[in-house]
């Protein structure tokens, strides 16, 4: 249930209302705008008669919110969420541009693909320290050294970091040092892991589970606001279809949707889509042209070499003369970077 409140109301008949919502056994969620306010009842309220509020001099309207999700839900927070990632503005009319290799292998290949996206436009650097492999064989990252080296490239070339925690184990160490905490699509629905990092100080970026449906993603998103976390950022990274020559099916629709649903920012991940180093560049400057909030793109410089997913890889020169391009087609879209 949503109550708009009147243009211009009092900070004495918002208290009023909110003190009704809490008469009811709800929670109010109150969101101020420059002219309107919106207050959210979290809470069971399929019994309650909107007369109850309605009534009240200051409130316009009641709504029922048909969907199961209330605090990312549009209809609570009509304005659009913008996520401060350490200083980079992530939603609205800022594109963030996450870039870097899939797995962290040393401080020297870090170091020399970050300063070459950074030189390109990219204003995040993603590393992964902790891999989650569907083998148990491959390759599982270099862990908590990883994490320091991603750390140690931060401070030399001045650009915050993103990587993946696969669970509670590490969350204090993650709170600490990452700037953007990724939750992976094999953990979207890891609900314990949710609900810790609705505890941290970090922003969380959520990534969609491989077979996820948009509620089910965005009710994960839920589970982390819910905890105490507002600053969320949703993930499109390919859904499993029937279709096997690509890694997954990038799902661009996913992008309207989530704005129109919710209020979170949406970057898109065309690396993990495809699964090939050449459906990046189209499919990015489809997420970009689709409103996307950003890109997740992994780059190697040896991508021939690389200890994994180097198939999807874009070498620093194609990274550079993507962004190029995408730079021009975020300027027709009013997004900056």
Wanted: glycine content about 8%; some cysteine; overall charge negative.
């Amino acid at each position: 249930m949503v109550i708009a409140l009147k243009p211009y109301v009092s900070d004495q008949d918002i208290k009023r209302v909110e003190g009704k919502v809490r008469q009811k056994g709800l929670t109010p969620h109150t969101v101020r705008g420059e002219e309107i306010t919106i207050i959210g009842c979290i809470g069971n309220t399929v019994m309650i008669d909107p007369k109850f509020f309605e009534v009240d001099p200051s409130v316009d309207r009641v709504v029922h919110v048909q969907e199961p999700y209330k605090l990312a839900n549009r209809a609570f927070h009509p304005e659009e969420t913008v996520v401060d990632v350490s200083g980079v503005q992530v939603g609205g009319d800022h594109l963030a541009l996450i870039a870097g290799p899939c797995s962290i292998e040393s401080y020297e290949q870090v170091l020399e693909i970050a300063g070459a996206c950074k030189a390109s436009g990219a204003n995040l650097l993603r590393g992964g320290a902790f891999k989650p492999r569907s083998s148990p064989y491959a390759f599982q990252g270099l862990g908590l050294e990883g994490l320091n080296i991603l750390c140690a490239v931060r401070d030399e070339i001045g650009i915050p970091i993103v990587s993946e925690l696969l669970s509670t184990e590490f969350i204090d160490v993650f709170n600490e040092k990452v700037d953007l905490i990724q939750v992976g699509a094999r953990n979207m629905q890891n609900f314990d892991l949710l609900k810790q990092l609705g505890h941290v100080e970090r922003p969380i970026l959520l990534k969609r589970g491989l077979s996820a449906t948009y509620e089910e993603w965005v009710m994960s998103a839920e589970y982390i606001m819910d905890s105490g976390n507002p600053n969320v950022i949703l993930c499109e990274r390919g859904i499993r279809t029937f279709e096997n020559y690509t890694r997954n099916t990038l799902d661009l629709q996913s992008v309207p949707v989530i704005k129109r649903k919710t209020h979170l920012p949406i970057v898109v991940d065309p690396s993990h889509a495809g699964g090939k180093w050449w459906l990046v560049e189209p499919m990015a400057k489809a997420a970009v042209a689709s409103g996307a909030d950003g890109l997740m793109i992994e780059v190697h410089n040896h991508p021939e070499t690389a200890w994994c997913d180097g198939a999807q890889s874009l070498t620093p020169e194609n990274y550079s003369d993507l962004m190029k391009q995408l730079i021009k087609i975020a300027e027709i879209l009013g997004k900056s970077i």
